[in-house]
């Protein structure tokens, strides 16, 4: 073990500085330039997590910032560890998801010498020009003045909208002599303007008949109680982005599901068709909108509400209010304002919405002769004998993913999803579901993933086997690389390196592991598994082969307005 000797350190300063910010776990993955830091942690009690990868820590670290609503820490070394840990890094700054990310680095002796050089020390990358466009903030500690800007670093990453930053540490800083430890953080965050004029929008909502709320990643942080009482007075129907899902419980009568590229058509249809939109912390990307942004919610005034000012200053579609405010912020103001003399809502525009959702026409399904296992019926089983429990439901990335979005009923205090939104990230899934089982160890955790998503960090399995971890693994396998396959078939009729994906039995690579797992290629065999699964502690896979032929439908594609969603068919 390397000594930090007996002087106070950098390393011993950040170590403090994660103290003072209430932070009292670091996920890792060792190398020797980032050593002195873990030292200092554990001399202080720092709980440390080391996954079998740094992309798996990452994602473990993302999880847990996730459940615990404050920064986790991620820990690399130079070089290799850094340009490792991009993938998650990214995956926070696009999911607006707090990460202090600290890389080990060079001395800064080699470090100021390099002038054009292209690498003058063992492991070593530009960590700050590689990971400037995907962070909030990033710098290099290369003096000793520069320690003590740490504490600043920290504090950025949950000020405003959320995001990681990234501390690039040379290791003889981190043994360098600090005579200053960190005092209480305190919240220099500038406060926003609330000085708004709301009277056209009371107005425009009070005429309104076709009033909708769509909930974005950013409404998670409301609170059901607020949140319900504001959509009550406003008499509304809601709807969420793919991130938004679970701010609004699921089972509402008001809620018609999440809105898009893979999205219920129930939910596409009613937002098509309103003549008021409430757009509270979303982004409104081209998953949501589709690429005919001048037909989104044509008819309708749309008031957006978000925290980030340069994502207003930027709208894809036409807007007619935006607010520059935290979600929570903006309905305080407004159930404190607003006196509704309300229109009823229409009762056609209603019906159309309802009848469709009642239909259930997301990914219907006929059964090929050998009776293979609808994805729909699988997930709608599980999703059934679950029924109201906390859960943390995680997902990797493809098809099974937006399955997942359709079929589990999710909702703020029950099923909450945690998956790779914007950054889209295979292999999320198993180390993220890692980080709900640290962070959250009361409740369990499901991790739906489909067979090409899982092998991008099934070395995991060993760290879920090691730890025990009461972790549930449901894998969808269709031997296929489905919604990349889909893509390619609709638009050139042939899906080269996706359509014939090979087919791994995942059950007995868990039972490698140590892990309990079973093959199941049946209705009655998943329905006769579920108590031995999900009942039991510890880890439990089940291999759930699904038709390889089933798609993903609806799905909105390019060219079509909301209203236009293809139902399949090459």
Same mark, same amino acid.
């Given at each position: 073990?390397?000594?930090?000797?007996?002087?106070?350190?950098?390393?011993?300063? #950040?170590?403090?500085?994660?103290?003072?910010?209430?932070?009292?776990?670091?996920?890792?993955?060792?190398?020797?330039?980032?050593?002195?830091?873990?030292?200092?942690?554990?001399?202080?009690?720092?709980?440390?997590?080391?996954?079998?990868?740094?992309?798996?820590?990452?994602?473990?670290?993302?999880?847990?910032?996730?459940?615990?609503?404050?920064? %986790?820490?991620?820990?690399?070394?130079?070089?290799?560890?850094?340009?490792?840990?991009?993938?998650?890094?990214?995956?926070?700054?696009?999911?607006?998801?707090?990460?202090?990310?600290?890389?080990?680095?060079?001395?800064?002796?080699?470090?100021?010498?390099?002038?054009?050089?292209?690498?003058?020390? #063992?492991?070593?990358?530009?960590?700050?020009?590689?990971?400037?466009?995907?962070?909030?903030?990033?710098?290099?500690?290369?003096?000793?003045?520069?320690?003590?800007?740490?504490?600043?670093?920290?504090?950025?990453?949950?000020?405003?909208?959320?995001?990681?930053?990234?501390?690039?540490?040379?290791?003889?800083?981190?043994?360098?002599?600090? $005579?200053?430890?960190? %005092?209480?953080?305190?919240?220099?965050?500038?406060?926003?303007?609330?000085? @708004?004029?709301?009277?056209?929008?009371?107005?425009?909502?009070? +005429? %309104?008949?076709?009033?909708?709320?769509?909930?974005?990643?950013?409404?998670?942080?409301?609170?059901?109680?607020?949140?319900?009482?504001?959509?009550?007075?406003?008499?509304?129907?809601?709807?969420?982005?793919?991130?938004?899902?679970?701010? @609004?419980?699921?089972?509402?009568?008001?809620?018609?599901?999440?809105?898009?590229?893979?999205?219920?058509?129930?939910?596409?249809?009613?937002?098509?068709?309103?003549?008021?939109?409430?757009?509270?912390?979303?982004?409104?990307?081209?998953?949501?909108?589709?690429?005919?942004?001048?037909?989104?919610?044509?008819?309708?005034?749309?008031?957006?509400?978000?925290?980030?000012?340069?994502?207003?200053?930027?709208?894809?579609?036409?807007?007619?209010?935006?607010?520059?405010?935290?979600?929570?912020?903006?309905?305080?103001?407004?159930?404190?304002?607003?006196?509704?003399?309300?229109?009823?809502?229409?009762?056609?525009?209603?019906?159309?919405?309802?009848?469709?959702?009642?239909?259930?026409?997301?990914?219907?399904?006929?059964?090929?002769?050998?009776?293979?296992?609808?994805?729909?019926?699988?997930?709608?089983?599980?999703?059934?004998?679950?029924?109201?429990?906390?859960?943390?439901?995680?997902?990797?990335?493809?098809?099974? +993913?937006?399955?997942?979005?359709?079929?589990?009923?999710?909702?703020?205090?029950?099923?909450?999803? #945690?998956? %790779?939104?914007?950054?889209?990230?295979?292999?999320?899934?198993?180390?993220?579901?890692?980080?709900?089982?640290?962070?959250?160890?009361?409740?369990?955790?499901?991790?739906?993933?489909?067979?090409? $998503?899982?092998?991008?960090?099934?070395?995991?399995?060993?760290?879920?086997?090691?730890?025990?971890?009461?972790?549930?693994?449901?894998?969808?396998?269709?031997?296929?690389?489905?919604?990349?396959?889909?893509?390619?078939?609709?638009?050139?009729?042939?899906?080269?390196?996706?359509?014939?994906?090979?087919?791994?039995?995942? $059950?007995?690579?868990?039972?490698? @592991?140590?892990?309990?797992? +079973?093959?199941?290629?049946?209705?009655?065999?998943?329905?006769?598994?579920?108590?031995?699964?999900?009942?039991?502690?510890?880890?439990?896979?089940?291999?759930?082969?699904?038709?390889?032929?089933?798609?993903?439908?609806?799905?909105?594609?390019?060219?079509?307005?909301?209203?236009?969603?293809?139902?399949?068919?090459?």
């Amino acid at each position: 073990m390397l000594e930090c000797g007996t002087m106070y350190t950098g390393a011993d300063y #950040f170590a403090d500085c994660l103290l003072e910010k209430g932070i009292k776990k670091v996920f890792v993955y060792p190398g020797g330039t980032i050593a002195p830091l873990f030292n200092a942690c554990l001399s202080r009690g720092i709980e440390i997590y080391c996954l079998n990868s740094e992309q798996g820590s990452g994602y473990a670290a993302l999880a847990s910032a996730k459940i615990s609503k404050k920064p %986790s820490v991620l820990l690399v070394t130079s070089g290799p560890g850094v340009t490792n840990a991009l993938t998650p890094l990214a995956d926070c700054f696009y999911d607006s998801i707090p990460l202090i990310l600290v890389t080990g680095q060079i001395g800064t002796p080699d470090l100021k010498k390099r002038k054009g050089v292209r690498q003058r020390g #063992f492991q070593e990358v530009p960590t700050v020009s590689v990971v400037r466009d995907i962070c909030k903030e990033a710098a290099c500690i290369d003096s000793k003045d520069k320690i003590l800007n740490i504490h600043k670093l920290i504090n950025i990453c949950d000020q405003g909208r959320k995001g990681p930053v990234v501390i690039d540490f040379p290791m003889d800083m981190q043994r360098e002599e600090c $005579s200053i430890k960190p %005092s209480a953080f305190s919240n220099n965050e500038i406060k926003q303007n609330k000085e @708004f004029n709301f009277e056209e929008i009371f107005k425009k909502l009070n +005429q %309104s008949n076709k009033r909708l709320v769509l909930l974005g990643n950013g409404a998670h942080s409301i609170g059901q109680k607020k949140l319900t009482s504001f959509i009550e007075k406003i008499d509304a129907e809601v709807v969420t982005s793919f991130p938004g899902l679970g701010s @609004f419980d699921c089972n509402s009568s008001r809620n018609y599901g999440y809105i898009g590229h893979t999205g219920n058509k129930s939910a596409n249809t009613i937002l098509h068709n309103c003549d008021f939109l409430f757009v509270l912390g979303s982004r409104l990307d081209i998953r949501q909108t589709g690429t005919e942004t001048s037909d989104f919610a044509k008819n309708a005034y749309k008031v957006w509400v978000d925290i980030d000012k340069n994502e207003l200053d930027n709208p894809r579609v036409e807007i007619n209010h935006s607010l520059n405010l935290d979600v929570s912020e903006f309905i305080d103001i407004f159930l404190d304002n607003f006196v509704p003399d309300l229109e009823p809502q229409d009762i056609e525009w209603l019906n159309e919405a309802d009848s469709i959702r009642l239909e259930g026409v997301e990914d219907k399904h006929v059964k090929s002769k050998l009776g293979q296992l609808s994805p729909k019926d699988v997930l709608k089983i599980v999703d059934n004998y679950v029924g109201s429990q906390t859960v943390n439901v995680v997902t990797g990335v493809g098809n099974h +993913q937006h399955w997942a979005g359709r079929h589990i009923s999710y909702g703020p205090t029950h099923k909450k999803i #945690f998956t %790779s939104s914007g950054h889209g990230t295979m292999g999320y899934d198993l180390p993220a579901a890692i980080g709900c089982c640290i962070e959250d160890s009361k409740s369990k955790t499901l991790c739906i993933v489909g067979d090409g $998503s899982l092998l991008m960090n099934i070395q995991e399995l060993g760290y879920v086997k090691n730890n025990n971890l009461n972790l549930k693994i449901l894998v969808m396998n269709n031997s296929r690389l489905g919604i990349v396959s889909q893509f390619q078939m609709i638009t050139w009729g042939t899906d080269p390196t996706t359509g014939n994906f090979s087919s791994n039995n995942f $059950s007995e690579i868990a039972k490698g @592991f140590g892990i309990k797992s +079973q093959k199941i290629e049946t209705l009655k065999e998943l329905e006769s598994s579920l108590d031995d699964f999900w009942k039991n502690d510890g880890p439990y896979l089940l291999d759930v082969s699904i038709d390889k032929k089933a798609d993903l439908t609806p799905m909105l594609l390019g060219g079509q307005k909301m209203d236009e969603m293809w139902d399949g068919g090459y």
